[in-house]
């Protein structure tokens, strides 16, 4: 490992002294694709998404808060509030490590983000990417983070995008600028 840590650093300073001294990089003279412009339907979605998530914050704000038990699967329970204590608040209780894990929870037998409120008292699953329904939760949320990254680097159009057994993909629509590039 430290090795290879050795490696990296001496490509970096010879990259370094190589652009000092007039040289051209290894590696050719690729440039990165150039950006798109940032699609109008981005702006769009985000103002959606942020009126969207206003109106769930004051309506969690006007929620009673009130004294709940957690049960977790090996029957211990942990007490917290309702509308404040999170799935990932239990899990820093336990422990940090747990908390860095976790991918989703269960609540009541039923998937819930880490971050969102427990609405009252409830049984809770911790997953972590271990667990196979976390992992396609996790593969979910990757897919849709390839595709945002595919409609801001490339001005893709997305088609499907699931996450499968192994991992997951999306299918895109690719603007002709680049089809030819990337053909090439």
Same mark, same amino acid.
């Given at each position: 490992?430290?090795?290879?840590?050795?490696?990296?650093?001496?490509?970096?300073?010879?990259?370094?002294?190589?652009?000092?001294?007039?040289?051209?990089?290894?590696?050719?003279?690729?440039?990165?694709?150039?950006?798109?412009?940032?699609?109008?339907?981005?702006?769009?979605?985000?103002?959606?998404?942020?009126?969207?998530?206003?109106?769930?914050?004051?309506?969690?704000?006007?929620?009673?808060?009130?004294?709940?038990?957690?049960? $977790?699967? !090996?029957?211990?329970?942990?007490?917290?509030? *309702?509308?404040?204590?999170?799935?990932? %608040?239990?899990? +820093?209780?336990?422990?940090?490590?747990?908390?860095?894990?976790?991918?989703?929870?269960?609540?009541?037998?039923? $998937?819930? !983000?880490?971050?969102?409120?427990?609405?009252? *008292?409830?049984?809770?699953?911790?997953? %972590?990417?271990? +667990?196979?329904?976390?992992?396609?939760?996790?593969?979910?949320?990757?897919?849709?983070?390839?595709?945002?990254?595919?409609?801001?680097?490339?001005?893709?159009?997305?088609?499907?995008?699931?996450?499968?057994?192994?991992?997951?993909?999306?299918?895109?629509?690719?603007?002709?600028?680049?089809?030819?590039?990337?053909?090439?």
């Amino acid at each position: 490992m430290a090795a290879l840590a050795e490696q990296a650093a001496n490509l970096s300073l010879n990259d370094k002294a190589a652009v000092k001294a007039g040289k051209p990089k290894k590696g050719g003279d690729a440039a990165p694709a150039p950006q798109m412009e940032r699609p109008e339907f981005i702006e769009h979605r985000n103002r959606i998404f942020d009126e969207l998530f206003e109106k769930q914050q004051q309506e969690i704000a006007q929620k009673p808060r009130e004294p709940i038990t957690v049960t $977790l699967p !090996d029957g211990s329970t942990r007490e917290g509030t *309702s509308w404040e204590t999170t799935p990932m %608040d239990i899990a +820093n209780g336990i422990s940090k490590s747990l908390a860095k894990r976790l991918v989703i929870a269960k609540v009541n037998n039923v $998937l819930w !983000d880490t971050l969102r409120p427990l609405e009252g *008292s409830a049984t809770l699953e911790l997953l %972590d990417f271990e +667990n196979e329904e976390a992992k396609m939760v996790y593969w979910h949320s990757s897919a849709h983070v390839l595709g945002e990254a595919c409609e801001l680097h490339f001005g893709c159009h997305l088609c499907n995008g699931p996450p499968i057994e192994n991992g997951f993909y999306y299918d895109v629509a690719v603007p002709e600028q680049f089809g030819r590039g990337i053909a090439q």
